[in-house]
């Protein structure tokens, strides 16, 4: 009887590397709960609704942009520092490219592969001068080199993020509403759901993300709104 092979099977794999939902995720959040905490605190001061509303407008403006700011220059920095060690890798495999190969080989045999077989595996993949520096990038500095992350992904996404979810407690106000428990609340909603979608990329519950976001988030707009009161109260 002959061995039954069983179908080829396929899966895919969310994206990990992509630059892309870091930032967004902070951006969406630090928004959501940056500027609900400001305008929290503005209102807890005691400021009339106008001020409360140019407040906001300002703290979306300002976030939004140092958010994608300070996002686009960290990756930059973190993508040059990784091209700086790739270059440096190139060199050495160029300057001692025998001392090399026997470091890769000692990478597999560290993983359990036998010694025989790590040092043919490692001088198949020296023969290529195109293919062994991304294998040392891979295996020595946990980089890929063709998937390297976008400064300007992260920073758009970070200030797109940032600006939705700032806008979300800004909006009552710009709609002509002067009550801060509807942003409160419409903001609590919103970052309850925010977090429930994150699940989707973890491992989490969206019910535990979810109100994870809403306490954190919670906490801070309350805080906030206490030392307001108290500032106002004192001026």
């Not at 605190?41 to 700011?69: E, H, I, K, Q």
């Not at 993983?111 to 520096?133: F, I, M, Y």
């Amino acid at each position: 009887m002959s061995e039954r092979v069983l179908p080829e099977h396929h899966h895919d794999h969310r994206d990990v590397t992509g630059g892309w939902l870091r930032p967004a995720v902070f951006g969406v959040m630090d928004g959501l709960v940056s500027n609900t905490a400001l305008i929290a605190g503005v209102a807890g001061g005691g400021a009339p609704p106008r001020t409360v509303a140019l407040a906001g407008l300002a703290g979306l403006v300002a976030g939004a942009f140092s958010m994608a700011t300070g996002e686009y220059v960290s990756v930059a920095s973190q993508t040059e520092l990784a091209r700086a060690e790739i270059e440096v890798e190139k060199a050495e495999i160029a300057r001692v490219p025998a001392a090399e190969e026997a470091e890769l080989a000692g990478i597999y045999r560290a993983r359990g592969v036998d010694d025989a077989t790590a040092r043919e595996v490692a001088r198949q993949l020296s023969r290529d001068p195109e293919t062994v520096w991304r294998v040392h990038a891979r295996e020595e500095l946990g980089i890929d080199p063709d998937d390297l992350p976008s400064p300007w992904t992260a920073a758009l996404s970070s200030l797109l993020a940032f600006t939705l979810g700032a806008l979300v407690p800004l909006l009552p106000y710009v709609l002509g509403g002067t009550a801060l428990l509807v942003p409160v609340l419409l903001s609590l909603l919103a970052l309850f759901v925010a977090g429930a979608l994150v699940s989707r990329w973890t491992d989490r519950s969206a019910l535990y993300s979810g109100t994870r976001q809403l306490v954190l988030g919670g906490a801070a707009t309350g805080l906030t709104y206490v030392v307001g009161t108290a500032v106002g109260a004192g001026v």
